[in-house]
């Protein structure tokens, strides 16, 4: 079976400023007097790239979602001065595409329909797929979106790895969106401590 071949990733340089045009007298004037006529070099040239290790793209990737997740919480937190969240901001990127992942930013919880008590955790993705109902989390991921946010019911001892809970849905999702406003508003809902709180969220 033949292997599957690893992503390289590359980056050109900064672009350079950009040269004065001549004008016409002075391409004739340098052609007269060298005899040669001059071509502006291109910005990038293929022979100018840097690969980038698969560690390193890992790193970038691993800041800027956390940089977003720092954000997300934020503004979750100022909502409200009762409807706080700790932050429990880290990353992980999905093995063999260290340019895609996901950030997990607060855990809570909350009281579902009939009173259930849930625990749950709260995620950006840098991509948009649907969510697995078995072994696999994400299946058919689509990179034309540029995020994903969901949160999924969760459970474990203290101490101790979460798992996904799917005692609610086979897939443990709470919800799911590409809307930043519409996430925000679903895990305001999650945190709402009373129903007057929930319909003011829900008009936002």
């Avoid at 033949?2 to 980056?11: D, H, L, P, V, W």
């Avoid at 799917?166 to 996430?183: H, V, W, Y």
Wanted: proline fraction near 7%.
């Amino acid at each position: 079976m033949q292997a599957k071949e690893k992503i390289r990733y590359f980056e050109a340089p900064p672009p350079s400023p950009p040269v004065p045009a001549a004008t016409k007298s002075a391409a004739h004037s340098e052609f007269l007097r060298t005899g040669r006529i001059v071509r502006h070099k291109p910005i990038w040239l293929p022979q100018e790239r840097r690969y980038i290790s698969h560690e390193e793209v890992a790193e970038r990737t691993g800041k800027r979602l956390e940089a977003a997740g720092e954000k997300s919480h934020e503004r979750i937190n100022a909502f409200h001065r009762s409807i706080q969240f700790p932050k429990i901001v880290f990353h992980r990127t999905l093995e063999g595409s260290p340019h895609l992942g996901y950030c997990h930013v607060t855990a809570a919880r909350t009281l579902l329909a009939r009173r259930v008590p849930v625990s749950w955790s709260f995620y950006i993705a840098n991509f948009f797929s649907e969510i697995g109902e078995e072994e696999r989390f994400f299946e058919r991921i689509h990179t034309s979106y540029s995020r994903m946010y969901f949160a999924v019911a969760i459970e474990g001892e203290p101490g101790q790895p979460f798992q996904v809970s799917r005692t609610i849905r086979k897939n443990g999702l709470l919800f799911q969106t590409s809307d930043p406003m519409e996430a925000i508003k679903n895990v305001l809902l999650l945190g709402a401590s009373n129903d007057a709180l929930r319909e003011i969220i829900k008009k936002l």
